[in-house]
Structures are given as structure tokens and as C-alpha cells.
């Protein structure tokens, strides 16, 4: 790791030019308020000299003293942003991965030229832009707050609220609703025939049954549109919400049900004439759904001792399950939403409290992409595409299963109107209470924590690395992942080779094949001279983690972390020239690598963050809930993924690093997640 301050662009406006000349006419798409539209850069738009691409397709007509942001996002390249307007011009790199949030105070009623670009050369892909008004804003950020409904008045519809205001007159129980009280997840679409709450703003109204003290959590999103999202409480209080986070696009709401009833939830856009499909989800949670914490250990076990059996009269199946179907016309079908016109086979399936439960889905000779659904009490819901495409499209959902009963798998495809042959699998293996489990699915977590700040004399110190150790492992033990007897912590001259090795030799006595394992190390890492003799590595070259007494090869440490027999091993190394490690360690089923450079390059110290590497941080805030990026409770791998690439994506801009031999590189985050799934669930955050 490199000490001092590493460098970090600014992003936003990055530049105001006068221009000789106004804007030469073009052919334009116009955008709208609140309407989300879809374009594509490619080789087909304006070549430009470096080798990229100019999209100069759209244009928008302001308002007089009209606040607006523009957000443009693209899951395929970096999106740049330029806006021209009379003579002058305003460049928005992207903020947040692969997104643009540009905010414009547009104070004259004009014309706003959009440019759409790509931060590399060669970028190019699909896209989506959006633009929608900010100002007035009461309540920033989007936040839901529940107000009286006042008594309804005669009189026209009013039109949307800005963001985060008041609603106006309203009563949605004039409306007609669809029972929603057994369904979590809907996929519906707003459309022309649909109601409308004001002139041109379709809306679809669902009520759904909540209980006295339950909290109601609520979350729409929409691709094609803004979404807005209301609900009425059975005494008549609104509560509504824009944006779910700040500028963006999908709505939430959690709230407290001080009253037990039929609470109304209304699923619109913030613009006039806006339709498209939508996913709804609904989940009403009771302090009962919660696992039970045994305070002297903090670890949490399941009520039953033996598997719950199913009532008398359940006419599902049990586990282990399999059997072979197809799916062919005449079969039931969806009719709106994702999945709209995909063919469907569903079955009712028993499972007990305490078991894990996999279910697989697999197309017989590859006759089409199969996607799978599980739903289930407790307004629980899984889905899975893709057990790791493009190599294996096949489907799989794995999870602990909190509440006994009965779920419904339902066998569909990616595609609507595919048709084959599918083989459906389900097994399941209860855990007794007997055995110690944190609130993590059913699995212990063991860790060791290594972090040195204060090297012997021959090496650089480096700030904060003893920090990082002892805050993540406080980030484990303060979500109750971790118990005081399951990691080790050692930091600067009590982080030796032997303490090492001797903390892999404690744990390894103790874990169980259901557990899973942390390692994590801030601090230097060192990279050998080329030698012949190291025929393991493509490079013929040895990378190490440098302790206090002498270095840790990887080699060993992908032997230490071998050893263990566990299900899940999770190696974090922020270090340099870490990126060297994960052919060696990442080298059996259920070892997932995080290193936080490439293995030819050196690391930086966070120090604008007060943290030893940014991986440290990253990696800290994701187990402390951040990564929960569905909110729906639990984080899975690919959530821990998304979240630290996406954090070095937006806050790691352009920090130079460098090779051994001086070349000047860029630090980006190695992660691999070898034969571990995106969809492998980690830990709960509540």
C-alpha cells in the first residue's frame, strides 16, 4: 500500500466554455418531464477524434426558473453528459458508477441540447435518460412523511406534487382497488385504460391487510417512468414518496401501522400520460418474523429442535422434491408485468423453519433461458435468472428458511412465449437448535482481522491499517455476526507470522462445513523480482502480505485458507500488488476474493476518507447494511460485489498507482467470486 494521499477528480460540472458560435441545427428527440427514454450510442452517431462516440439526439424546452436534473445512466459504458444552451456549454462526468446526475437551474424559457458521450474511448451500449424537476422540494432526499388526509372536496383533479410536497385534496378509497393481501411481489404496468388520480396520471390501487404494529415497507420500480408511490392508512393519513434515495427514479415507503386494516397503495408516475411496466413489493414485518437473540453469545437459533411437519390436509409436496415438465402453450401464463407472456408451471411445496433450502431449475438441453421464483409466508420472495451467465443459465435459489409453510416455486423462462423441457429440484437440511448460529442464515462467522499501522523502521508506517482491522471487525460483532470467541483481531506488532498461522490453526478446530470464514488484511504487500522457478505464476512472479516480523507468500495463505471446512471463505486484502493473490487463493468451491488492486500495481491509503485503503472502508460500510441494495433484509454476494466495485467506480476517480518498475497505472478493485454464486446469501441485516 502506498502512503499519503492518493488522487481524486472531481466530478460534476467539470467545465463552462464560451462558445464562438451557437448550436448547429439537428434532428432531435424531445424529452419530457418524468419520462424515463431509451437511446443507444454507437458506431452509427458522431465519430469524435479520440476514438468515441457523440449520441446528439435529444433536446428539452424549459420553464421559466425551472430546477431539473438530468439522470443518464448505462450498465455497458461511463456515461458523459454535455448541455448546450445559446453559447454556452456544460460538461457532467458520472457520479455514481455508471450513472450522471447533472442538477441545472434552467432560469430562462430555452432551448437544452443534450450530447450523450462515453469517459473511455470505444464506449458504447444502451442507455436511459431522464429528466425530472427538483426544486420545491420540502422534504430533501425524498423521504416519506405521513400527514392528515383531508376531507375530500369537489372540484377539479390537482395536478402531481413536486417531490416530497403535500398531495392536496385526496381520498383514494374512492377509487377501485385489487386485493393484494396474500401477493409481496406484483408485476403490473400502468397503462391508458387505467384510473386516473388527476387528468392524464395513471395509477393502479391495490389494498392490502396489515396488522397493528406492523411495519409496512413498500417499494416500487419502474424502467420506463418516474415512479410515485402513495399509501392510505385506514384512518386516512397519506403518506407518499418520489424518490427512494436522492434523484432517483423508484419510491418507498416504510411506515408503522398504528392501526390494523385495509391500507391502500397506490402505484403512479410523477407525469402526465406515463405508462410502462412496474415491479410493486409489498412486506408487512412482525417483531415475530425476527430471529431469536440469545443474548449471552449474541448468536440466534430457530424455535424447533426437529423439522416442523406440515398440517394435516396440505396437499403440496415435502422435501427433497424433483420431477421433470415443460413449458408449452396451454400452460398458465403471465399477463402483465416482467414476465408478461412467459408460460409458468407452479407447485406448493412444505418447508420448516430452521432448513436450508436449495432449489434448482435447469433446461434440458439448453432448449431455452429458465428463470425461477419462490415466494413464499412472511411476504417472502426470491428470484433468480442466471446461476453465473454466460456459462450457466440455468437457475437456482438457496436460503435459510426463517417461517414454516408452504411456497410456491414457479417453474417460467427469461423470454416470453419460450417453450421446452426443465428438470426441478429442491432439497432441504435442518439445523437443531443445538448448534450456535449469528443472525447470518442459519451460519456462524469466524474471522481474523490483521491491520499495521506501525511497521519496524525499515518499512513506511501506514496511517489507519491497525484501524481498519479493528473497525470491521467491530462492523461484524455490532451487527451480531460475530461473537467475541469467533475472531481474532491483531494488529501492528501483535500481527506476526506465527500469530497468523496460529489464529488459522484455532479456527480451524472450530468451524463447521455449514460456517463461513473472513479473512481480511491493511496493510503493505510486496511483489518478488521475475524468477523461472515460479512456475505457478503467469508472471513468474511471488505476491505477499508484509506482517510485522516477515511476509506471508500467497501461496501459504492459500493453504491456511484451504484448510478450512467451511461453506463460504471470504479473503479481503488491501494491500498492494493484491490482485496477485486471487489465482492462488481463490482455488476451491466457495472462496471469493476482494483485493484491492491489480496484481502489478501498488495501493493507495484512503486518507481523505481517514481510512488505511478504500477497499477497508468499502468492504466496512457494506456489512454495515449499505450493500442491502434491495432492502429486502439480507445481503448477498452480489450485493457485497456491486456495492464495492460500485464505490470505487464513484469514489475512487483516476487514483494513480504504480508498478515496480514505475509505469503509471489506475487502483481498481479484483474481485473473484470463482464458484460462488451472485445470489448466495451472506448475512441479514435485520
Given amino acids: 500500500m502506498t502512503p499519503g494521499l492518493s488522487i481524486l477528480r472531481f466530478v460534476g460540472i467539470v467545465s463552462i466554455l464560451v462558445l464562438g458560435a451557437e448550436t448547429s441545427a439537428r434532428a432531435y428527440e424531445e424529452l419530457t418531464l418524468g419520462e424515463v427514454r431509451e437511446g443507444t450510442l454507437d458506431d452509427e452517431d458522431r465519430g469524435l477524434a479520440g476514438g468515441g462516440y457523440a449520441d446528439e439526439d435529444w433536446h428539452f ?31 457532467f462526468g458520472a457520479t455514481e458508477g455508471m450513472k450522471v446526475v447533472a442538477e441545472i437551474d434552467m432560469t430562462r424559457n430555452r432551448l437544452y441540447d443534450f450530447e450523450i458521450g462515453s469517459a473511455l474511448p470505444g464506449g458504447k451500449g444502451r442507455y436511459t435518460i431522464l429528466v425530472k424537476k427538483i426544486d420545491a422540494r420540502a422534504n ?58 388527476d387528468p392524464n396520471r395513471f395509477a393502479d390501487i391495490y389494498a392490502y391487510q396489515v396488522a397493528e404494529g406492523a411495519i409496512l415497507k413498500v417499494t416500487l420500480t419502474a424502467s420506463s417512468f418516474d415512479a410515485f408511490l402513495y399509501v392510505q392508512t385506514p384512518s386516512g393519513e397519506i403518506v407518499e414518496n418520489d424518490n427512494s434515495g436522492d434523484l432517483e427514479t423508484d419510491s418507498s415507503i416504510e411506515l408503522e401501522a398504528k392501526r390494523g386494516g385495509k391500507y391502500l397503495i397506490v402505484a403512479t408516475s410523477t407525469g402526465q400520460k406515463n405508462t410502462g411496466a412496474y415491479v410493486l ?47 408449452q402453450r396451454g400452460d398458465q401464463t403471465y399477463r402483465s408485468g416482467d414476465r408478461e407472456g412467459a408460460f409458468y408451471d407452479s407447485y406448493e411445496i412444505w418447508f420448516p423453519q430452521g432448513s436450508f433450502i436449495e432449489v434448482k431449475l435447469e433446461s434440458r438441453s439448453r432448449q431455452y433461458d429458465p428463470f425461477l421464483i419462490v415466494e413464499g409466508p412472511a ?12 456459462s450457466d443459465t440455468n437457475s437456482a435459489v438457496t436460503f435459510f428458511c426463517s417461517n414454516s409453510g408452504s411456497y410456491t416455486v414457479y417453474a417460467t423462462s427469461y423470454a416470453s412465449g419460450a417453450a421446452g ?114 512456475t505457478d505464476e503467469v508472471d513468474r512472479k511471488q505476491e505477499s502480505i508484509v506482517l510485522h516480523d516477515g511476509e506471508l507468500l500467497d501461496d501459504e495463505l492459500a493453504t491456511l485458507v484451504g ?37 502489478d500495481l501498488t495501493s493507495n491509503v484512503a486518507s481523505e476518507f481517514s481510512a488505511g485503503g478504500y477497499l477497508s472502508l468499502f468492504f466496512r460500510e457494506a456489512v454495515s447494511e449499505r450493500a442491502d441494495v434491495n432492502r429486502n433484509g439480507t445481503i448477498d454476494v452480489g450485493e457485497l460485489c456491486h456495492y464495492i466495485q460500485n464505490s470505487y467506480g464513484s469514489r ?35
Fill in 61 to 91: 424546452w424549459s420553464q421559466d426558473n425551472q430546477n431539473v436534473a438530468v439522470v443518464l445512466e448505462s450498465s455497458l459504458f461511463e456515461p458523459v453528459l454535455k448541455v448546450f444552451f445559446g453559447r454556452e456549454q456544460l460538461t
Fill in 140 to 197: 430533501p432526499g425524498g423521504a416519506a412523511q405521513p400527514r392528515p388526509a383531508p376531507a375530500p372536496e369537489a372540484g377539479p383533479a390537482q395536478p402531481a406534487p413536486a417531490p416530497g410536497a403535500t398531495s392536496g385534496n385526496r381520498d383514494f378509497s374512492q377509487f377501485d382497488a385489487i386485493d393484494r393481501r396474500n401477493i409481496s411481489t406484483f408485476r403490473g404496468s400502468l397503462a391508458d385504460a387505467d384510473q386516473q388520480i
Fill in 281 to 327: 413489493r409489498i412486506r408487512a414485518m412482525q417483531e415475530s418474523d425476527t430471529i431469536v437473540t440469545n443474548p449471552q453469545n449474541q448468536s440466534s437459533v430457530p424455535a424447533q429442535t426437529q423439522p416442523e411437519r406440515p398440517p394435516s390436509g396440505f396437499r403440496g409436496r415435502t422435501t427433497p422434491f424433483g420431477t421433470t415438465g415443460s413449458l
Fill in 379 to 390: 411476504n417472502f420472495h426470491k428470484e433468480n435468472d442466471d446461476v453465473n451467465y454466460p
Fill in 421 to 534: 423441457n426443465y428438470s426441478l429440484s429442491v432439497t432441504s437440511e435442518f439445523v437443531s437448535a443445538s448448534e450456535t448460529m449469528v443472525r447470518t442464515l442459519g451460519r456462524r462467522y469466524f474471522g481474523i482481522f490483521v491491520g499495521i499501522r506501525d511497521y519496524p523502521d525499515d518499512l513506511d508506517d501506514l496511517e489507519y491499517c491497525d484501524e481498519d482491522a479493528t473497525l470491521l471487525s467491530r462492523a461484524f460483532t455490532g451487527g451480531q455476526l460475530m461473537g467475541a470467541e469467533s475472531f481474532v483481531v491483531l494488529t501492528n506488532s501483535g500481527a506476526t507470522t506465527r500469530a497468523v498461522r496460529d489464529a488459522f490453526t484455532t479456527i480451524k478446530r472450530q468451524i463447521g462445513p455449514r460456517d463461513a470464514f473472513v479473512f481480511f488484511f491493511s496493510g503493505h504487500g510486496q511483489q518478488s523480482e521475475y524468477d523461472e522457478s515460479n
Fill in 563 to 599: 484448510e478450512l471446512n467451511c461453506a463460504i471463505r471470504l479473503v479481503a486484502i488491501d494491500a498492494c500488488f493484491s490482485g496477485g493473490f486471487a489465482r492462488d487463493v481463490v482455488n476451491k468451491p466457495g472462496t471469493i476474493g476482494i483485493f484491492s488492486s491489480e496484481e
Fill in 652 to 686: 475512487v476517480r483516476e487514483s494513480e498507482v504504480e508498478t515496480n518498475d514505475g509505469e503509471i497505472g489506475y487502483q481498481h478493485v479484483v474481485v473473484d467470486r470463482g464458484s460462488v454464486t451472485v445470489g448466495t446469501e451472506l448475512f441479514r441485516t435485520r
